[in-house]
């Protein structure tokens, strides 16, 4: 199983970026899929997770009306639109995948068990 994060970059204050986590070996379909970061000295923290078909979302607090995950099934693919970035939005960003999820759970990293390598996002002023 391989998950590939991508699109992650330098910005200033304000802008927009859109992270893409692309997957293989895996039932992608079957899967909920989430988004992680872990910023300099902190502990990783739930960002964004969407269940398999869609219809169950969960968001951080701190991204809610700036981030907006979605998923293709069709291509194994899940993204990360975020909007009005702020420096602390500057972390390492992981995807990550999870079967048979309930949602409750879908904040909790030891629910997925499958991690891709991460991609920074820096976000200056």
């Known amino acids: 199983v391989q998950l590939q994060a991508s699109g992650g970059g330098s910005v200033q204050v304000g802008s927009s970026l859109r992270l893409s986590c692309t997957t293989s070996?895996?039932?992608?379909?079957?899967?909920?899929m989430g988004w992680f970061r872990q910023a300099p000295g902190k502990d990783r923290e739930f960002v964004a997770a969407?269940?398999?078909?869609?219809?169950?979302?969960a968001y951080a607090d701190s991204v809610k009306g700036r981030f907006a995950i979605s998923r293709d099934n069709t291509k194994n693919t899940v993204n990360l639109q975020m909007n009005a970035l702020k420096p602390e939005d500057t972390a390492v960003y992981y995807c990550?995948?999870?079967?048979?999820?309930?949602?409750?759970?879908?904040?909790?990293?030891?629910?997925?068990?499958?991690w891709g390598q991460g991609t920074l996002v820096t976000v200056s002023s």
């Open positions: 990550a995948a999870g079967a048979r999820i309930i949602n409750s759970s879908m904040r909790d990293n030891q629910a997925y068990v499958y």
């Open positions: 070996g895996l039932t992608f379909r079957s899967y909920t």
């Open positions: 969407i269940k398999w078909g869609g219809s169950g979302i």
